[in-house]
């Protein structure tokens, strides 16, 4: 049961214009949500995360927002650059709620930015 | 700034044989995780490690077994090697306080270790 979910495989945008990375969940007890971007033969790299007590966080290029009646977060990411090109993948953890901040991963976005 | 370091970076093993992977956190981190990422899968969650104290533990098989130690690096050790072994293991750190950049909410990962049982 898969309980992080990203529905799009991959996704592919103009340089220059919005790239938005979407994300459901099914587990109510998972309050916090990280954002990691991963390029082949590396290890996944922190990007920007959100607490469930808010509903934005911004870093720079970098917003996720968060719905937590539609359980559904999303990452957007303006003005898209070729260096963006990775495979995104959202996480959720139970956090201060338990679980050691164990993480349960989505299967990952791959997003091509093109020149 | 220091990131986590995993070695080795690249395994090759027979089946049946073991296999030790070892992961040194950033310093001042002091709980590990380790997750395993099959081909075209998403990291699955392993072990973890607090205080050299194991934490919490997740779908890993009876054959593999990790510790942390008084360093607080952690193995991760592998015996009766199996084919669906084949994945890359991910280690990861997390702070316990803060006073450093890191954020004791995030987990920050390794490089990882390729592992390939033939």
């Known amino acids: 049961d898969q309980q992080v979910k990203q529905n799009s495989p991959s996704l592919s945008v103009q340089e220059g214009r919005i790239s938005i990375l979407n994300c459901d969940y099914t587990?109510?007890?998972?309050?916090?949500f990280l954002w990691y971007k991963k390029y082949p033969a590396e290890g996944p790299t922190f990007l920007i995360s959100i607490s469930s007590i808010k509903d934005k966080n911004e870093d720079g290029r970098f917003t996720v927002f968060l719905n937590k009646s539609a359980k559904h977060l999303s990452l957007h990411i303006v003005p898209s650059q070729p260096g963006d090109s990775a495979v995104y993948f959202c996480a959720a953890s139970e956090g201060s709620g338990g679980s050691n901040y164990k993480l349960t991963f989505g299967k990952g976005t791959l997003l091509t930015v093109n020149p | 700034a220091a990131g986590v370091i995993q070695s080795p970076r690249h395994l090759i093993k027979e089946k049946r044989e073991t296999a030790t992977l070892k992961c040194y956190p950033i310093?001042?981190?002091?709980?590990v995780y380790w997750y395993q990422q099959g081909p075209g899968q998403d990291p699955q969650f392993l072990i973890s490690f607090y205080e050299k104290m194991q934490s919490d533990k997740g779908s890993i098989p009876d054959r593999f077994s990790a510790q942390q130690f008084s360093d607080y690096h952690s193995e991760l050790n592998m015996s009766s090697l199996e084919l669906g072994d084949s994945a890359l293991y991910f280690c990861a750190s997390r702070p316990a306080g803060g006073g450093t950049p890191y954020s004791t909410d995030t987990q920050y990962f390794g490089p990882g270790t390729r592992l390939t049982v033939l």
């Open positions: 587990n109510s007890m998972f309050d916090y």
């Open positions: 310093p001042r981190h002091d709980t």
